[in-house]
């Protein structure tokens, strides 16, 4: 059949490409166009967006306008309120809490998404091997996440901070210690979601007529997977990913208000949370910062998954 | 069981296929029951032909479709195609056997990728199998492709959901030609068509069967379409094939009262014909607990007691025209 | 006419969408008489399931809405009522039933309850009464154990069961107008035959007319009297069912029966199909001009520059273009 000349079909060809395709738009739209047009529709979405932009390239360009070093200690000006010589006011210990918001910030927002990534990858590693495999492997996976499920998160991210906090310290440096330390830990009591999300996206499309034919056609199981079914099923799992990230922002200040996540001296929003608990009475502003900043960068990302969920949905009119 | 004559030379013999999916529930998983989908189904099909394969919706015509491609493992039987045992076949036997055989679905918006261009889903055969040494190569013979089934060359950087139906089951089709196939399973392929648009897409189908010496297995339930495009007919009911014949003489004498059920309920696009309809009482039985003997003696209306018992060969009545009924024929 | 009951006259049902306007039904004139059997056939996006949804309202506005035209139901226009009034008329006057058997009944309610309810909002019956009344509209349609099967669960019946329900539902107030949107399409073709025998039996016990819609010309060839033929939000045809398939004059009309493989005459495999090329028309912005020229084989000049009007031929035949 290679090199053979087409059939002719004048009589059945449309009649020209205009007429053929709806004449829309001119250039193609591929999915993931259309899902971006379809986000940024969604009002709230985008200002959550917005935000969290402003708050990511103000913790991380921020340092360079506002250069004061985080552990500036001056005892002449404790507990100040917000001021030009510190915007944000200062700490029991007279730290410009500017400063200390920004380094906070870095620590907390790289929490959140390290954690999401490891969330994700162990979520769809689980979810597509047991969506593929039918039987016991299946099975299995799908026990071991009830299994993880069940398990008390709290008392469980205590229990193991306190186990290998220290012997991380030995290998990784005080806070690259913690750090890996608790993404790990997040990350590892936070795949279960994503895990049952992608088994169940794979068992409805590994049915599919289009993944049948990729069969048909002899693609190996890797293929139908990585070509097929994954790009189809990973729309409600990173909307999963982006709540992901609001809730290991949460964990990770949870963790360090309890004094277990880093270090006392390194500044995270949480620990800056924990304390300014004491001072609430004579200087509000220390709490309310930090604070406003997790409601804030938290608020904004659950924003941005709804309108990622709303423009992944084909169903919706937007 | 005997087989079937078949003109000219068998492509495909399928002998007393089997499949029956399971049912479960309770604890466990435990199986509770068992679907007989197709229920020892035996034809061939000879090269260049098309046979259609018709019956209502839950008759394993679709089952039978996959069981031949290897889609869905079939429960016993054997499937023979060019002298080979389909159903034996493993690894590197069944990806070579999968140049020969392709399948065309009847969902034009579910049997395309929505994340990939037109392009890459008629090029992945290609890939798959190695057919375009280069970047080049393999456009060109999209482009061919794309050409072959009536579309346009810049197509292929378009996807699927810019085209209208009609033109992604040319897609559908295009992806299927890509490894030049010799078998081509065509699952409902028009059942979601529009009457304008489905005319072009039989007329398409004959026109690549007469041009690249194509096989068909036509399945669908619209009678008329098949009669159309089919040298010989096949007509399952509840799993099992109940008559067999040329595609003019079942439709001019219909031997099985199924059959003939089935053709008069066809309603014709002529008001000045009038004809006497066999109207079929009740509703086809569920697969799970088929009744016993005769599959279709709860319907017939010239059952007698012992359809019940004894389970009806397919025998030859006329030459080429096979039937499975004690009475008829 | 005799006795017109429902009478569309110049209709525009438009639905207002991020690019603009889809012109879905774009002018349509349609009547129907006390008595008869009307269909109304087309592809998918005509426009014909919008004009039946309109006569009973049942658009969602927005984003549709009636831009023009009128919907006289016994000389009465429909389109200024509001919903109250409306209600009135719905399954009273003019009951419908839709193509998914499925999806058109409550699964949480017994298919009695469901009848009972439709029976007594219209009627001033205790529910007892509703009740028995929901058996013998079931019993009306053939659906055996009538007594026992009320208290059954939509689940429980097959598709085509189904189907014989929500007949038995829609005639429960006896209507005098039954619109059916595709009704046999999701159906097997044993089952279709047995519901299309269905609704021409009801038709004779209780005199009502039939607004048809369907995509199937055997169908319409097989249970109407007359014939109205859609193309992209415009009426193309109008005739007498034996009128039409004799003497077919619009070309799309002509297109559609010709594509039809005929499984009652002997041409069989050596002719090829005769298809109509292209694609539907996108109804928002279509083609000035007839709708059809861009996929007509006679289409000239003067075809797309204005929109031909519907004019009789024959008597009862009317049909739009040029030729």
Same mark, same amino acid.
């Given at each position: 059949m290679a090199g053979s000349t087409p059939v002719s079909l004048s009589a059945d060809a449309p009649a020209s490409p205009q007429l053929a395709v709806?004449?829309?738009?001119?250039r193609s739209i591929s999915p993931a166009l259309e899902t971006w047009r379809r986000f940024r529709r969604h009002t709230l979405a985008v200002t959550g967006a917005i935000v969290l932009l402003i708050l990511v390239s103000g913790v991380l360009l921020g340092p360079y306008v506002w250069?004061?070093?985080?552990?500036?200690?001056d005892f002449a000006a404790k507990?100040?309120?917000?001021?030009?010589?510190h915007p944000l006011g200062t700490d029991d210990l007279g730290q410009d809490l500017l400063a200390r918001m920004m380094y906070g910030g870095r620590i907390s927002l790289a929490v959140g998404f390290a954690a999401m990534l490891v969330a994700l990858t162990v979520g769809v590693l689980v979810g597509s091997v047991a969506g593929m495999a039918s039987g016991w492997l299946d099975a299995a996976l799908m026990w071991l996440t009830d299994l993880f499920l069940a398990l008390p998160t709290l008392p469980l991210l205590l229990l193991v901070m306190y186990l290998f906090r220290d012997s991380m310290k030995k290998v990784l440096g005080v806070e690259g210690g913690a750090f890996v330390l608790i993404v790990v830990v997040i990350g590892g009591l936070r795949w279960m979601p994503v895990a049952r999300l992608v088994r169940a996206q794979f068992l409805s499309l590994r049915e599919k007529e289009f993944v049948e034919a990729a069969r048909a056609l002899g693609a190996s199981k890797v293929r139908q997977v990585v070509q097929h079914i994954l790009p189809n099923a990973l729309g409600p799992v990173i909307v999963v990913g982006t709540i992901d990230v609001a809730a290991a922002i949460i964990f990770e200040s949870t963790l360090s208000f309890l004094g277990?996540?880093?270090?006392?001296d390194v500044p995270t929003w949480g620990s800056m949370l924990r304390d300014a608990k004491d001072y609430l009475d004579i200087a509000a502003h220390w709490a309310l910062f930090p604070g406003g900043a997790i409601f804030l960068t938290v608020l904004a990302i659950n924003f941005i998954g709804d309108g990622l969920r709303d423009a992944f949905d084909p169903r919706r009119v937007l | 069981m005997n087989a079937p004559l078949a003109p000219a030379e068998d492509l495909l013999k399928v002998r007393d296929l089997r499949k029956r999916f399971a049912v479960r529930g309770g604890i466990f998983s435990r199986t509770v029951d068992q679907v007989h989908a197709v229920d020892g189904v035996s034809f061939e099909i000879g090269k260049g032909e098309t046979l259609g394969l018709v019956g209502e919706s839950g008759c394993g015509k679709s089952t039978t479709g996959r069981c031949i491609l290897r889609l869905i493992e079939p429960s016993s039987g054997e499937v023979w195609f060019q002298g080979n045992n389909v159903t034996r076949m493993g690894g590197d036997e069944l990806q070579k056997l999968r140049r020969d055989m392709q399948i065309i679905f009847q969902d034009p918006y579910a049997s395309l990728? #929505?994340?990939? =261009?037109v392009g890459a889903i008629i090029g992945e055969a290609l890939t798959i199998h190695k057919l375009a040494p280069t970047q080049k190569a393999m456009e060109d013979r999209v482009v061919q492709l794309l050409e072959t089934v009536?579309?346009? #060359?810049?197509?292929?950087?378009?996807?699927?959901?810019?085209?209208?139906g009609g033109q992604r089951q040319r897609i559908g089709i295009a992806r299927a030609l890509a490894v030049e196939p =010799?078998?081509?399973?065509?699952?409902?392929?028009?059942?979601?068509?529009d009457v304008s648009i489905q005319a072009q897409v039989i007329n398409l189908l004959e026109d690549l069967q007469e041009e690249f010496g194509l096989t068909y297995l036509f399945i669908a339930h619209d009678l008329s379409v098949v009669e159309h495009i089919s040298t010989r007919v096949a007509v399952m009911y509840l799993g099992r094939v109940v008559e067999i014949a040329p595609s003019r003489e079942l439709y001019d004498n219909p031997l099985h009262p199924y059959t003939e059920a089935l053709l008069s309920a066809v309603p014709i696009p002529d008001p000045t014909v009038k004809r006497k309809r066999i109207m079929l009482q009740g509703d086809v039985p569920n697969p799970i607990r088929p009744p016993s003997g005769c599959h279709f003696h709860t319907r017939?209306?010239?059952?007698? #007691?012992d359809c019940a018992q004894r389970v009806p060969e397919l025998r030859?009545? =006329?030459?080429?025209h096979w039937v499975s009924c004690h009475y008829s024929g | 006419m005799a006795d017109t009951l429902l009478d569309i006259r110049g209709l525009k049902t438009w639905f207002k969408v991020e690019d603009g306007m889809?012109?879905?039904?774009?002018?349509v004139d349609l009547h129907i008489d006390r008595g008869e059997t009307v269909g109304v056939v087309g592809e998918s996006g005509c426009g014909k399931t919008v004009t039946a949804r309109s006569v009973l309202k049942l658009i969602d506005m927005p984003p549709g809405r009636f831009e023009a035209g009128q919907i006289l139901w016994q000389g009465r226009d429909? @389109?200024?009522?509001d919903q109250g009034e409306m209600n009135k008329i719905r399954a009273r006057e003019i009951a419908i039933i839709f193509q998914e058997p499925m999806t058109s009944l409550?699964?949480?309610?017994t298919v009695g309850d469901q009848i009972a309810e439709v029976i007594a909002l219209h009627q001033k019956l205790s529910p007892k009464q509703a009740m028995a009344g929901a058996a013998e509209m079931l019993r009306l349609v053939n659906i055996p154990n009538p007594q026992k099967r009320v208290?059954?669960?939509?689940?429980?019946?097959s598709g085509g069961m189904r189907q014989r329900v929500m007949i038995a539902m829609a005639l429960s107030c006896q209507p005098k107008l039954l619109i059916a949107d595709?009704?046999?399409?999701?159906?097997?073709v044993t089952i279709q035959a047995q519901i299309l025998e269905l609704m021409h039996e009801m038709k004779d016990k209780f005199g009502m007319a039939i607004m048809l819609i369907t995509h199937a010309m055997g169908v319409v060839a097989e249970t109407c009297q007359r014939v109205t033929v859609m193309y992209a939000g415009k009426v193309v045809e109008e005739a007498p069912v034996e009128a039409l398939f004799a003497d077919p004059r619009h070309p799309y009309t002509q297109g559609l029966i010709r594509s039809i493989p005929r499984?009652?005459?002997?041409?069989?495999?050596q002719a090829r199909l005769e298809s109509i090329q292209g694609t539907v028309p996108s109804?928002?912005?279509?083609?000035?001009?007839?709708?059809f020229a861009a996929r007509?084989?006679?289409?000239?000049? @003067?075809c797309t520059q204005g929109i031909p009007p519907l004019k009789e031929v024959a008597p009862g035949h009317r049909v739009a273009c040029v030729l």
């Open positions: 709806q004449p829309r738009k001119a250069p004061v070093a985080i552990n500036d200690i507990l100040q309120g917000p001021s030009l010589a277990l996540g880093f270090p006392s | 990728n #929505p994340r990939l =261009k009536g579309l346009q #060359p810049d197509h292929m950087h378009r996807f699927p959901h810019e085209f209208s =010799k078998l081509i399973v065509c699952d409902e392929p028009v059942s979601a068509l017939c209306p010239i059952a007698r #007691p030859e009545s =006329k030459p080429g | 889809v012109r879905a039904v774009d002018g429909l @389109i200024p009522l409550n699964p949480v309610y208290h059954d669960y939509p689940h429980q019946f595709e009704p046999t399409t999701a159906l097997d499984i009652d005459r002997a041409v069989s495999r109804l928002l912005n279509p083609p000035a001009g007839c709708r007509c084989k006679y289409a000239m000049d @003067i």
